[in-house]
């Protein structure tokens, strides 16, 4: 069914498990994606002395921009499942000067560590897409809790919309006889975020290597309580 979302099936310790031992090289298998992540963070608008928040950072090379980005009066935060994930940023931000204006969370996502209306704006890339279906929406409500009124969400994920093309069909047999390894899968992107109570400022589509690819800006259109 075109509409179907597979389910993902490794476990949280397992996940844990296999960044943890890809973390020191994890950044060789994301090369091709830095091009989506960071035209994503184009689009985010990020200034000076805002408070952002990145989920599941990976090897720190998108925090690093967002460090940049908020300047010395403003903070960036990061959480990822990963510890071996989060000693490769802490170095990677120390070299660069930058881990003053950071601070990095290990835990899951499905449970944001941070107060109400803390954050102008949340940044995700390749993640939204390894939460299992379930999980999603539950998700997408803790970004709500904890951003501002207005703040800025944005996703780049593998995306479910090119239901029926061969490269997205031979991805979704790989995750489904391979789910420990290939354990994220496409999703609809832009129907998440509007189920969550976003409203919509701009999509974007690309292809890599076939793979359909969405980047979705919406704004929390929550208001001050």
Known sequence: M???????????????????????????????????SERTLDLLRI????????????????????????????????????????????KRLEKAGLMDRVELYW??????????????AIFMSFTLELFDTPEIPIVLEETRRVLKPNGRLG????SNEDGESIPLRIYKWAHQNFSKYVDCRPIYVEKSIKD???EIRCRERAKMFGLPIEIVIGINTKRKS
């Open 47 to 90: 200034k000076r002395g805002e408070i952002v928040l990145e989920i599941g950072f990976g090897t720190g090379r998108c925090l690093e921009k967002i460090a940049e980005s908020v300047g010395s009066t403003g903070k960036a935060y990061g959480i990822d499942i990963s510890s071996g994930m989060l000693e490769v940023t802490k």
């Open 196 to 198: 969550a109570g976003y």
């Open 107 to 120: 835990g899951d996502a499905l449970q944001i560590p941070y107060e109400e209306d803390m954050f102008d």
């Open 2 to 36: 075109k509409d179907y979302v597979l389910r993902v099936t490794r476990t949280k310790g397992e996940a844990k498990e296999i960044y943890d031992k890809l973390s020191k090289f994890y950044d060789y298998f994301t090369i091709f994606e830095r091009k989506y």
């Open 155 to 158: 996703i780049t994920s593998i």
